[in-house]
């Protein structure tokens, strides 16, 4: 099995929707789910609309074109011409990618550069990207050279009309670290516009909310980052902040990284240095009003560090959750948190037992949420062993990217349903032939 890029997931989050189960919930709960951008995504709809369309449908013809948009791994997406073209001319591209630019630029000025969508290239050096995987230490010439064309400044982005431009040549762009996001908020604006208004949507742990569940808040649960500990750090609600909290986001270095001679190499790459991150916070977690912009933050703040990314938190009045090693602390680990997230935390840096049993489902305390994970992560791995055994497939995850792989006989797979591209010809069909579609035609 191909773990490669679960890494982004980190807190693990959970979708602790329920009490103990669906069946406790008056009401009926739709669920769909499936892969998507090499990962899966899930959606969750409390008391559905009696007279909607195949929603189905509409989730994976959305998440097809996001793919269509901004995945690097299809021959003909539209971040792939853009980087494949030499020119440094405007480049005509839609809107959706050039809003998604024009936003990552916004985050990338506020972090002076600590977030950066054009990373890619440094990211494939590292063993972390879309290329063959070496697990070795790129030599510090190769690093300078690909820094050369690398940096947001040398990036340009317009949305009237929409377009893009490269001052070098040999700039790419690379949305890994907020496209999921994107999609997140995507997915939920279009159920509500179907008539569902109380919506759960997530895509490789990253959530966004709308509505209840028959007027409970919907609640995500928080890991620490500890790929042997499964105790639940959190649970905690959304949509109590009113409008502004409706998404979560995570990010994180403990499950992707490989060493050498005894060092550790974390799959985060500071864009300032071209060098993976060597600072102790292991994960953090940011609470925003879209899953866009907690997607971004997350994966910002977790390059600058556990200082200047709370100091940064508390500036921006970003709701965030740091959680950082440090061998004085008895768990191994030094929590600290800004806003909503802060309220879990005793003067001390440990968990508030009293806060998280609040925030958790059904008034249950850590057994309950430990037992609601347990079972389901147990039905998923089950679920995932059995694809495995019986479709000989390896399992592939997203380190927050718009993924894809290639199968054993060299064929592409296709990002949205992670199988051989021809599978989603079916898909494609029905999306042209679909006389409401609103969307960019493939």
Not at 81 to 87: G, P
Not at 247 to 259: L, P, Q
């Amino acid at each position: 099995m191909n773990f490669r890029h679960v890494g982004n997931l980190l807190l693990l989050v959970c979708l602790c929707i329920c009490r103990v189960g669906v069946a406790q919930t008056p009401g009926q709960m739709l669920e769909l789910r499936g892969p998507t951008m090499g990962t899966t995504y899930s959606v969750k709809i409390f008391d559905p609309p009696e007279a909607k369309e195949d929603l189905a449908f509409l989730v994976d013809q959305l998440l097809r074109n996001v793919n269509d948009q901004m995945s690097t791994y299809l021959e003909n997406s539209e971040i792939t011409r853009f980087n494949r073209s030499k020119s440094t001319d405007w480049f005509p591209v839609s809107e959706e990618l050039a809003s998604v630019v024009a936003f990552s630029q916004v985050i990338s000025e506020k972090t002076e550069g600590a977030f950066d969508v054009t990373v890619g290239p440094l990211v494939n050096v590292w063993s972390f990207g879309p290329d063959p995987s070496t697990r070795t230490v790129p030599e510090g010439g190769v690093i300078a050279k690909l820094r050369e064309s690398v940096g947001y400044r040398k990036l340009s982005v317009r949305v009237d009309p929409p377009a893009l431009k490269k001052s070098v040549p040999e700039l790419k762009i690379d949305l890994s670290a907020v496209a999921k996001g994107y999609a997140v908020d995507r997915m939920v604006a279009l159920l509500n516009e179907q008539g569902a208004s109380n919506v759960f949507a997530e895509i490789g742990g990253e959530v966004s909310v709308s509505g209840n569940k028959a007027g409970q808040w919907w609640k995500v649960g928080i890991q620490m980052p500890d790929a042997v500990s499964d105790s639940v750090l959190i649970a905690h609600s959304l949509n109590v902040g009113g409008s502004d909290d409706l998404a979560m986001a995570t990010s994180g270095d403990y499950r992707n990284y490989f060493e050498v001679d005894g060092k550790r190499y974390s799959h985060t790459i500071d864009p300032r240095t071209g060098w993976p991150i060597e600072h102790p916070l292991a994960s953090v977690t940011v609470v925003a009003k879209n899953c866009m912009a907690a997607d971004a933050w997350a994966t910002a703040l977790n390059v600058l560090g556990p200082e200047e990314s709370l100091r940064l938190a508390k500036v921006e009045g970003l709701d965030v959750l740091l959680v950082a090693r440090d061998e004085t602390e008895p768990s191994g680990y030094q929590l600290r948190g800004n806003g909503a997230l802060k309220q879990y935390l005793t003067s001390d840096g440990n968990v508030d037992d009293a806060g998280g049993q609040a925030a958790e489902a059904g008034g249950n305390g850590r057994f309950t949420m430990f037992l609601v994970t347990a079972v389901a992560f147990a039905v998923l791995l089950f679920a995932m062993s059995v694809g495995v055994l019986f479709g000989q497939r390896s399992i592939s995850g997203s380190c927050g990217g718009v993924n894809g792989t290639k199968n054993e006989d060299g064929s592409e797979s296709c990002s949205l349903c992670s199988s051989p591209s021809d599978a989603c010809r079916d898909l494609r069909k029905r999306m042209k032939n679909n006389p409401d579609n609103e969307m960019v035609d493939v």
